[in-house]
């Protein structure tokens, strides 16, 4: 039987994309991996209040850790997944671009979540500035990192008529399809690498 593939996740804030990943590998979900690191780059983050919870070890780092350099900071990081053996980094609201150190040694095996319809509303607003602007089609994309934000290529998505108005009704229906998805994804890819 192959090994199972090694997954790290990145995260800055509530994790709850990290929450449905986790359970769902438990659940056998997602068969053939493991959860088997979290990075974090905001200390007091919930996710590593959860990452603890599910015994998951965390990485808490930040580039000022390193007088501010990016480079240094994202070399740490892949000297750590070199070490873990990491096969595929799932970036799960994790609000930094990925730089040309750690794409130069992770891209391809990078992917990322974004809570609308790529290439439609990239950035760190993606649900806001789709409400405003008025569409009625929302979604969720899954896709390669690459060094445009947001810009990688495809993976998969999903999307869903809404007109209801109510923005935070909006988000919990987006972050449901987040949470579905996303472990869905990693399930289609991960027999690939
Ligand atoms: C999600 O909406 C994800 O699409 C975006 O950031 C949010 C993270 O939420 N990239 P959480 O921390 O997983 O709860």
Redesign the pocket.
């Known amino acids: 039987m192959n090994a199972k593939k090694r997954i790290a996740i990145f ?8 929450e449905a990943i986790v359970r769902a590998a438990k659940d056998g979900k997602i068969p053939g991996c493991e959860i088997v690191l979290c990075v974090c780059d905001q200390r007091g983050a919930y ?1 590593i209040e959860r990452a603890e919870k599910h015994h998951i070890p965390v990485l808490v780092t930040h580039p000022r850790d390193f007088g501010g350099s990016k480079a240094d900071f994202e070399a740490a990081i892949a000297d750590v997944l070199d070490a873990e053996r990491i096969d595929l980094v799932c ?3 994790y609000m930094r671009i990925c730089g040309p150190t750690l794409l130069g040694r992770y891209e391809g095996r990078i992917i ?4 609308a319809l790529l290439p439609s509303f990239p950035g760190a607003h ?2 806001r500035d789709a409400f405003e602007y008025g569409v009625k089609v929302f979604g ?1 994309t899954v896709h390669y990192v690459n060094a445009e934000v947001d810009g990688g290529r495809i993976i998969d998505q999903e999307g869903f008529h809404y007109d209801g108005g109510d923005i935070a009704e909006l988000e919990s229906m ?2 449901a399809v ?1 949470h579905r998805l996303y472990p869905q994804t990693i399930k289609k890819i991960i027999s690939k690498i």
């Open positions: 995260a800055s804030g509530s994790g709850s994309n990290f996710v970036l799960a609201g990322n979540i974004h809570p993606g649900i969720v987006i972050h987040e």
